[in-house]
DNA sequence: CGTCGACATGTCGAAGTTGGAATATCGCTG
DNA sequence: CAGCGATATTCCAACTTCGACATGTCGACG
């Protein structure tokens, strides 16, 4: 739903071909919406034929340069200010925390540490875009906040998976996973 | 993709009906993967024909009891230990933040507060979940964990929200705005 | 006995997503 | 000029997702 938006607004920044939308993909605006060839030509199309953009020249290779028109740009602001964003769930990490029961304890702990070392190479390959995404432009600017959330998130996630690693350790250490067997009280 | 074992991991735990699922999904599940009421039924089916799962009983009003077979088991097993989550990134909040300099400065803000006060809402959700999702089955257990990440990734949007709307202000303040205007040399 | 609300499952179509294949041009190099 | 790699677009089949709609049962209440 949101990829149209994606388009309009990289095309609301400059010109610009559906081969450069997805470089554009590839390199930065991927981080955080990620869109595949035949996604990236159809929606070019679909926003021409309604009229949110147009073709401003034709280039070697059949090379089609689009623009955001006026009614494209007016949907675009609509999008940024009147659209709640969808925050549907779907965590493919949490879910299988969810099932980690069904593991023995040292399976759950070895998900857990490779969450935490996903996590932190996550984080690096961030921490090395920093560098390349510094300008002045808007662009850049407003990236890197985009940037810094992914900075602050995987940090916090690389510690949960850390804290949740030794829960497990714990509850192994302890005796659990027969549910049955009442836990000793203290003292 | 995961609802398949979104919905065998359920029924790994005990045996249970569409409608029984669709209540689970609704209070706990749900807020790490959403799943609607076709999906379910459709998924149950597709399951039951592949012999992941099979009909254990019939009752009132055509209920269905649906169980995990061997087969089903061995599937997530697989699925939990040797599949890679999907990390595919697709958040439709950042998406618009790396277009906020096509807004008023007072408009970016304001989302930015918007999304301060729904990371604060949203973490005071799971709060209150705290407090009902305690028990000693694995089930909780393990529900505890994912509920743990939600309560440090929403403080730390929140943490982060304020942070950007903060950047925004500055920028606003420096006359920044018209990317063509050199900014002044300090002193 | 009627009917209302909760229970329970199922079908449908529109829209979105994916990965892959097909097609073709341009510019460089040997 | 033949061949290669980068540029560039288009089409397709399969699958997922969503919301809406259709269908029907059960138990309780008056």
């Known amino acids: 739903m949101s990829l149209r938006h994606a388009v309009l607004g ?48 034709e280039g070697a290779r059949g090379r089609k340069e689009y623009a955001i028109t006026e009614s494209g740009r007016a949907e675009l602001h609509r999008w940024l200010t009147e659209v709640e964003p969808n925050r549907t769930p779907r965590n493919d990490t949490l879910l299988r925390v969810f099932f980690l029961g069904l593991l023995e304890p040292d399976e759950a702990q070895a998900f857990m540490r490779r969450e935490a070392e996903t996590a932190a190479a996550h984080h690096e390959e961030l921490s090395a875009l920093t560098a390349v995404a510094s300008g002045p432009d808007s662009f850049s600017v407003h990236g890197r906040l985009a940037l810094e959330w992914g900075l602050r998130v995987t940090a916090a996630q690389r510690e949960w998976a850390l804290w949740a690693q030794k829960q497990i350790i714990d509850r192994a250490a302890s005796g659990v996973g027969d549910p049955d067997t009442p836990v000793p009280a203290p003292g």
């Open 10 to 57: 990289l095309l609301a920044d400059c010109p610009a071909s559906g081969y450069d939308l997805l470089k554009t993909f590839a390199i930065s605006l991927g981080n955080v919406w990620s869109a595949t060839q035949s996604q990236v030509y159809a929606e070019l199309a679909r926003l021409a034929d309604s009229g949110q953009v147009t073709v401003t020249a």
